[in-house]
């Protein structure tokens, strides 16, 4: 089993849509969650953090779910611009200093 | 601050040779990382620095594979001698504890 898992879609959805990407990971010694975003030939950027009591960042929220081991990204009202490739992010350590492991990505497409 | 800084961009070898890869974190960053991205593995972590130190390399593929840092503006990954199997894109990234910053890539393409 992978450390980090998500369903690489891809999830094509319609402009003003909500969506929704899981990543399930399997270190139950995990502090620090993150989701990145990687346009199509390019490097992964940080989106967010995670949050133990769940975080917003406009359209964005993001939660974590320590005893299913699950972090969650939604987006609501997506846009063209959001298309792109989510990557989940775990680290083992506490800060953002150590090993961070990735999940394979979620594709989404959000068509006109 | 010109960001993480990565060379070659692109790099086109034959089986057999020696390639090595470049990268320059953003300035005051304590942290290097190299990745290698492919379709069917994903981004993987293969090795990561301290203050010029090794920290972890248990991600490195085989000893084909070996990375320096020699100063805390530089860092080469070395494979030699590469095969087809390696093509893959090769991220370096650094932090100083903060927001991990990403480097453009290198995409390595061994015939």
């Known amino acids: 089993r992978k450390e980090v898992e998500q369903d690489p879609g891809p999830f094509n959805v319609p402009e003003g849509a909500t969506v929704a990407f899981n990543c399930t990971y399997s270190?139950?010694?995990?502090?620090?969650f993150f989701w990145y975003r990687q346009d199509c030939r390019k490097e992964p950027k940080l989106l967010m953090s995670?949050?133990?009591s769940g975080n917003e960042d406009g359209r964005f929220t993001a939660q974590l779910n320590r005893a299913s081991q699950y972090i969650s990204l939604l987006i609501r009202d997506s846009k063209l611009s959001d298309s792109a490739t989510y990557l989940c992010?775990?680290?083992?350590?506490?800060?953002?200093?150590?090993?961070?492991?990735f999940g394979q990505g979620t594709t989404l497409q959000v068509k006109p | 601050d010109a960001g993480v800084i990565q060379s070659p961009r692109h790099e086109v070898t034959e089986m057999g040779q020696e390639v090595t890869l470049r990268c320059k974190p953003i300035?005051?960053?304590?942290?290097l990382f190299w990745y290698r991205q492919t379709m069917m593995r994903g981004l993987e972590l293969l090795i990561y620095?301290?203050?010029?130190?090794?920290?972890?390399d248990s991600g490195m593929p085989e000893d084909r594979f070996s990375a320096k840092m020699p100063n805390a503006s530089f860092s080469t990954l070395k494979i030699q001698p590469s095969e087809p199997r390696d093509s893959a894109v090769y991220f370096c990234?650094?932090?100083?504890?903060?927001?991990?910053?990403f480097g453009p890539g290198t995409r390595l393409t061994v015939l």
């Open positions: 990234a650094s932090t100083s504890g903060g927001l991990r910053f």
């Open positions: 270190n139950s010694a995990s502090q620090s």
């Open positions: 995670v949050y133990s």
């Open positions: 992010a775990v680290s083992s350590g506490s800060s953002n200093t150590g090993k961070l492991i």
């Open positions: 300035s005051g960053h304590d942290y």
């Open positions: 620095f301290n203050n010029n130190v090794p920290i972890d």
